[in-house]
């Protein structure tokens, strides 16, 4: 089986950016989960993230997972499940990688280190991909950037987005992710983006407030790698449609 990591690497250098849909286990019932996922992969997605809420548990994310796996294999496709976890208690080893991420600007040690601690063994225990991803929350920041306690990067303050991504790369991370929060209604701004994707040399992921196929051209055209959407998408009456429009988009 190849390696998510190297797969989503793969995708990046042949159509130049890739396409993850997001979906938080908070927001619908698994059987839901599973049709959105059969939408998504009918999009054309390359993969989904799942995760984001801290208000769920361990049985709830299994379930979850085995749903979007349900959702992907009737459609006779490989599509990764990623987890996006915000704590130990968001893990599951049905996934087929996780996001190792610390949250890079957040004032509480716990989302930096001390999950990841707890995290670990189970990680190596159930076998799954480990991704090591530098995460940061931009302006506005959203509930993500409350609840993980986040010193907030400005919109404006470029060099400091620069300085993150580029402390993450030399700290040996796989991926770097720039996040205004689910629902934010200003995204990473396209000069941030460029400016970072110019100073790194690992893939860049913007995510956040990108809920039209507008939006999400820009973010591909300033530098984004990794383009993902998500929470917002769900409440589309055609997903489907929504998501076509965003991946072409992002492809052109």
């Known amino acids: 089986r190849v390696k998510v990591e190297e797969l989503l690497k793969e995708i990046v250098d042949v159509d130049g950016v890739a396409h993850l ?27 989904f993230m799942v995760g984001g809420s801290t208000g769920v ?21 490989e599509k990764p499940i990623i987890l996006f ?17 610390s949250l890079l600007n ?9 999950e ?17 991803m530098g995460y940061v929350i931009v ?18 303050d470029i060099e400091t987005a620069k300085g993150y991504a580029l402390a993450a790369q030399y700290l040996g991370m796989k991926f770097f992710y720039l996040e ?16 970072v994707k110019k100073n790194i040399d690992i ?15 820009e973010k591909a055209q300033a530098g984004a790698d990794i383009i993902v959407t998500g929470t917002k998408l769900e409440e589309e009456k055609n997903l489907k449609q929504a998501l076509e429009d965003i991946i072409k988009a992002i492809e052109e």
């Open 116 to 132: 990841h601690i707890k995290g670990a063994p189970f990680i190596k225990q159930s076998k799954i991909e480990s991704i090591s």
């Open 180 to 195: 205004a929060g689910s629902g934010a209604p200003t995204p990473v701004p396209n000069k941030m983006i460029t400016a």
């Open 21 to 47: 849909t997001l979906i938080d286990p908070a927001r619908q019932m698994p059987k839901d989960a599973e049709k959105l996922v059969s939408g998504a992969v009918k999009a054309g997605t390359d993969g």
């Open 57 to 77: 548990g361990s049985t709830i994310i299994d379930e979850t997972v085995l749903a979007m796996r349900r959702g992907i294999e009737k459609h006779h496709e």
């Open 203 to 217: 893939p860049l992921i913007v995510g956040g407030g990108i809920r039209d196929a507008k939006t999400a051209r």
């Open 139 to 156: 302006e506005p920041g959203m509930t993500v950037g409350r609840v993980g306690e986040v010193e907030l990067i400005k919109q404006d």
């Open 106 to 114: 957040s004032r509480n040690l716990d989302y930096v280190i001390r």
């Open 85 to 101: 976890p915000s704590g130990v208690h968001t893990l599951s080893r049905h996934a087929d990688a996780v996001f190792f991420m």
